[in-house]
C-alpha cells in the first residue's frame, strides 16, 4: 500500500471525527467492516482463539483486541486518546448580545486559545433526544458546514493586540451563531439539525455534549506536500496509525489498541485512562483465554508490553531555543522515544530498548525528545496505564507542531514510519 494511499485515509478519518464520539464510531466502523465482532460490557462474553472484537465506553473510548491463535500469555498493546482540546457548549449554552445570538462555552483541556478567532466553526457531539412516544435516544450530530464564528477585535479598538494579550475565555470567545435570535431559537435549531441527520419526526432535545470545531478540512503542505495539516491531529494521528497497525496484524499474537476519552482533562473518568475500562476488559480476557485469577492476570500483564502513542514537540524553525539542544525532534525524522526522569513519561531503558529494535527491525528512524531543565513537562496515558494494570509502557509519538492548535501540523512521512514500527510490534514473535 503505498503511503498516498495510507494519508488519503487518514486524511479521511480526521474529515469524520471532529468530536471523540465521532472518532470512536469511525474506528468502531472500519473494525466492523473489517471482521471484528463488537461486545456488549453488559452481557456475558464468549471468546475464542484468533477471534477479533472490540468494546466501547460512554462511546467515546475503544478497546480493540487480536486474540491469539494460541493461549494467551502476552500482549502487545498500543494506546492513544480520542479527544482534543476544543472548545465546548456549556448546558444553558444560548446567550444574546448587541442583537446578535452567542454560544456560551468552556475551554476543554489546554487550548491554545488565539487560533480559534476568525474561523469557519462547525459544530458536533452527542445528543440526547425523547420521540414522541416517550423514548428516549443518544444520537451523534455533525453541522459540518460554517455556522458560527469568534470575530476578533479590530486592532484600531485594541492597540495592545499583539503585546502579550490576554485572552478571556467567559467574555471575549462567545461565538456568533445568528443575527437577531433569541435563546429560543438555538433549541429549535438543535431539533433541526437532528431530525435532518436522522431522519426522525417530531422529537425533544433533552441534554447534550457539543463541540465548536474548525471546518477547513485537513490537507497536504509543502512544495512536496511534505506535511500534514488538520485539526486534532494530538491525538487521531496516533489512533489512526494504531488502527492501521491493528487492522493490518497478522493475527497469530495477541495485540490490542486502547483508545480513551478525557486525556486533554487528566484521564479521570469510568472512561479515561485513569479509569477501569482497559483492565476491565483485560481481565475478562484473561479469565476466558489465560490462566483465571489473580495471579494469571499479574503474569499476564508482565509478559506483556503498553506503547503509548502520543504526539512529540517537533524542533520548531523560529523557536528552536525551546528545545534542549541535543532532543529536538525533526519533522519526518521517525517516531520519537519521549523520555522523563520524573515519570511524566512512562519510558525505561528497557522499554525504549525494545522500541529501537523495532524500528531497526522495520528500518526506520528513531528520534528521542526530553524537555528542556528548565521548562515543565507535559504528560500522557503512558504512566497513567503503567500505574493502573502495571504492565512495562514506553511513550513514543509523531512530531508535531502547533501541539493544542485549532490546526496542527505534522510530517507525511512520519505517519508511515510509526505505523510500520507499530506493524512490527504487533506481529512479534518476542517481546524484549
Known amino acids: 500500500m503505498s503511503q498516498n494511499d495510507v494519508l488519503a485515509r487518514l486524511i479521511d478519518f480526521l474529515h469524520s471525527?471532529?468530536?471523540?464520539?465521532?472518532?470512536?464510531?469511525?474506528?468502531?466502523?472500519?473494525?466492523?467492516?473489517?471482521?471484528y465482532r463488537r461486545l456488549e460490557e453488559t452481557q456475558a462474553w464468549q471468546l475464542k482463539p484468533g477471534e477479533r472484537v472490540f468494546v466501547t465506553r460512554n462511546d467515546s473510548s475503544i478497546v480493540a483486541l487480536q486474540l491469539p491463535s494460541a493461549s494467551l500469555s502476552s500482549l502487545r498493546m498500543?494506546?492513544?486518546?480520542?479527544?482534543?482540546?476544543?472548545?465546548?457548549?456549556?448546558?444553558?449554552?444560548?446567550?444574546?448580545?448587541?442583537?446578535?445570538?452567542?454560544?456560551?462555552?468552556?475551554?476543554?483541556?489546554?487550548?491554545?486559545?488565539?487560533?480559534?478567532?476568525?474561523r469557519d466553526l462547525g459544530l458536533a457531539g452527542r445528543v440526547y433526544v425523547r420521540h414522541g412516544d416517550g423514548?428516549?435516544?443518544?444520537?451523534?450530530?455533525?453541522?459540518?458546514?460554517?455556522?458560527?464564528?469568534?470575530?476578533?477585535?479590530a486592532i484600531h479598538l485594541d492597540r495592545d493586540a499583539n503585546s502579550n494579550r490576554t485572552i478571556n475565555a467567559q467574555t471575549q470567545m462567545a461565538p456568533v451563531l445568528l443575527q437577531g435570535g433569541e435563546a429560543s431559537d438555538f433549541q429549535q435549531l438543535l431539533v433541526d439539525w437532528v431530525r435532518e441527520q436522522h431522519g426522525f419526526g417530531t422529537i425533544e432535545i433533552v441534554?447534550?455534549?457539543?463541540?465548536?470545531?474548525?471546518?477547513?478540512?485537513?490537507?497536504?503542505?509543502?512544495?512536496?506536500?511534505?506535511?500534514?495539516?488538520?485539526?486534532?491531529?494530538?491525538?487521531?494521528?496516533?489512533?489512526?496509525?494504531?488502527?492501521?497497525?491493528?487492522?493490518?496484524?497478522?493475527?497469530?499474537?495477541?495485540?490490542?489498541?486502547?483508545?480513551?476519552?478525557?486525556?486533554?482533562?487528566?484521564?479521570?473518568?469510568?472512561?479515561?485512562?485513569?479509569?477501569?475500562?482497559?483492565?476491565?476488559?483485560?481481565?475478562?480476557?484473561?479469565?476466558?483465554?489465560?490462566?483465571?485469577?489473580?495471579?494469571?492476570?499479574?503474569?499476564?500483564?508482565?509478559?506483556?508490553?503498553?506503547?503509548?502513542?502520543?504526539?512529540?514537540?517537533?524542533?520548531?524553525?523560529?523557536?528552536?531555543?525551546?528545545?534542549?539542544?541535543?532532543?529536538?525532534?525533526?519533522?519526518?525524522?521517525?517516531?520519537?522515544?519521549?523520555?522523563?526522569?520524573?515519570?511524566?513519561?512512562?519510558?525505561?531503558?528497557?522499554?525504549a530498548t525494545m522500541f529501537r529494535e523495532l524500528c531497526r527491525q522495520a528500518e526506520v528512524p528513531v528520534q528521542t525528545f526530553a524537555v528542556r531543565a528548565d521548562m515543565g513537562c507535559g504528560s500522557t496515558i503512558g504512566p497513567i496505564t503503567a500505574t493502573e494494570i502495571g504492565v512495562p509502557t514506553l511513550d513514543v509519538g509523531v512530531p508535531q507542531w502547533a501541539m493544542h492548535s485549532i490546526r496542527e501540523t505534522a510530517g507525511a512521512d512520519d505517519v508511515a514510519y510509526?505505523?510500520?514500527?507499530?506493524?512490527?510490534?504487533?506481529?512479534?514473535?518476542?517481546l524484549v
Open 78 to 118: 498500543m494506546g492513544a486518546h480520542t479527544d482534543s482540546p476544543c472548545l465546548r457548549l456549556k448546558p444553558n449554552a444560548a446567550q444574546a448580545s448587541a442583537g446578535w445570538l452567542q454560544l456560551g462555552v468552556e475551554v476543554y483541556g489546554g487550548a491554545l486559545l488565539s487560533p480559534w478567532f476568525d
Open 207 to 351: 441534554d447534550f455534549e457539543l463541540c465548536l470545531y474548525d471546518t477547513q478540512p485537513p490537507s497536504r503542505v509543502g512544495v512536496k506536500q511534505e506535511l500534514v495539516a488538520s485539526a486534532r491531529l494530538d491525538n487521531l494521528l496516533s489512533c489512526f496509525i494504531g488502527l492501521e497497525a491493528l487492522l493490518a496484524s497478522k493475527g497469530q499474537e495477541g495485540a490490542v489498541l486502547v483508545a480513551t476519552d478525557h486525556e486533554e482533562v487528566g484521564s479521570a473518568s469510568a472512561c479515561g485512562a485513569q479509569g477501569p475500562f482497559l483492565e476491565d476488559v483485560l481481565r475478562r480476557v484473561n479469565e476466558q483465554l489465560g490462566v483465571p485469577g489473580e495471579e494469571g492476570f499479574v503474569r499476564l500483564m508482565q509478559a506483556s508490553r503498553m506503547i503509548s502513542c502520543d504526539n512529540a514537540h517537533a524542533l520548531h524553525p523560529n523557536y528552536t531555543d525551546k528545545h534542549d539542544n541535543a532532543h529536538g525532534p525533526l519533522l519526518n525524522g521517525g517516531p520519537v522515544i519521549k523520555v522523563n526522569a520524573n515519570q511524566r513519561y512512562a519510558t525505561n531503558s528497557a522499554t
Open 418 to 430: 510509526l505505523t510500520s514500527v507499530l506493524g512490527t510490534f504487533v506481529n512479534s514473535k518476542m
Open 135 to 153: 423514548s428516549i435516544e443518544g444520537v451523534l450530530l455533525n453541522v459540518a458546514r460554517p455556522i458560527a464564528m469568534i470575530p476578533s477585535l
Open 17 to 35: 471525527a471532529p468530536t471523540p464520539w465521532h472518532a470512536t464510531a469511525s474506528m468502531a466502523k472500519q473494525l466492523e467492516a473489517s471482521g
